[in-house]
């Protein structure tokens, strides 16, 4: 500033950068009035928006980095149900706004920019800045409905998850993600109509997006031996809690399992009439998937999750090394688990489900090492 002040005497001759036109909603700046200042917030950010729209070419995307902290939680009972659904208003600014200038939004990178050095931090925390990539909107979009949309995001979204689990992506990142692939669709059209006639807003699309993700991990159960499905759903419920012995029964029965077959297994506890999900910390310390008749998704991922932390990725390879595919199957029931683990608010567990896939590549590296050396592959229990 004290070099150019004479070169650019409007922009550069105060002492400090002016704020009065920064796009922030603060409603200091207004007297208070919190809607004066979303309103100055996304008419500055829209116009923003339509000037890049009008420079940029369109041979090339367009990308935008965002970091947003403010979040808000909302209950959707049109989409959801009565769920709880967490948005970021600004988050939902930028898209509108994108949108609305004409681009389509084919991205969305999450980078990771913020230091964590406590375990003890939450799970949000790990990942908060979003890389947007955008394309110019082809004029000749037309409008589409409500229903195809949704028809559109189950035909296209899977694959498109798929895509970002074999790229080892977190389980902390992975609905932010989500995002770009779901947006993609819905900024693809001039707008999306709902039943109403009305244009759907782009909460409502976020959450449908949400559920969408929500759907394709549970899709992913099929995969699961009938015991690790009872773990599932005996630990959504409970957690690595105590229950009733009778509730376990009939979820077992539900399930096609036994309860004193899971004992055996040796992930369960049932005694005195309460059943629960053995700890990690409870496990066998000499348990070996080769040797396990029983071997089951669940148990194979809480061993994972304790040999990586207290053996690191040695101790951890030394295990999958045995399994085979059947690894693979692990880090999927890693990924639900996560999922499950952030609704319910349970940040300790999410954390070990989350550091198990962001340290998968190195583990199975060293087990595909440790296998061509000793090829011994367990056995999957149906």
Known sequence: RRSLAGTYPELLGTLVTPKVAELIANPYRFG?????????????LGAAFRNIHILAYSE????????????????????????????????ETML????RAGFQITGTWPVRTELVTSLKRTVNALATSIVLVCRHRQDETIPITRRDFLAMLKRELPAALRR????????????????????????RYRQVVEADGSPMPVRTALALIN?????????????Y??????????????GFDEAAYGHAETLATAKNTSIQGMVEAGFLYARGGRVRLLRRDELDPAWSPAQDRRLTVWELTQQLIHALDQRGVEGAAQLLAQVGAVGDVARE?????????????????????????????DIRRRAAEL?????VQGRLMQ
């Open 60 to 91: 090339y995307p367009i990308t935008i980095f965002y970091a947003f902290k403010q979040s808000e939680a909302d209950i959707d009972d049109e989409d959801g149900a009565g769920a709880i659904d967490t948005a970021s208003t600004g988050w």
């Open 96 to 99: 509108e706004g994108l949108i």
């Open 164 to 187: 970002l689990q074999q790229g080892n992506i977190a389980p902390v990142d992975l609905a932010q993600a989500s995002i770009g692939p779901g947006m993609a669709i819905f900024s």
């Open 371 to 375: 296998a061509a050396a000793s090829p």
């Open 211 to 223: 559920q969408a993700l929500d759907e394709y991990l549970t899709e992913q159960e099929g995969d």
């Open 225 to 238: 031996d009938r015991d690790t499905r009872w773990a599932l759903a005996w630990y959504e419920q409970h």
């Open 32 to 44: 208070g009035d919190r809607e004066k200042a979303r309103q100055f917030f996304e008419e500055g």
């Open 333 to 361: 029931l890693a990924y639900r688990l996560y999922t499950l683990c952030e609704r319910k608010g349970w940040a300790q567990e999410a954390l070990a489900y989350n550091g198990l896939v962001v340290s998968w590549s």
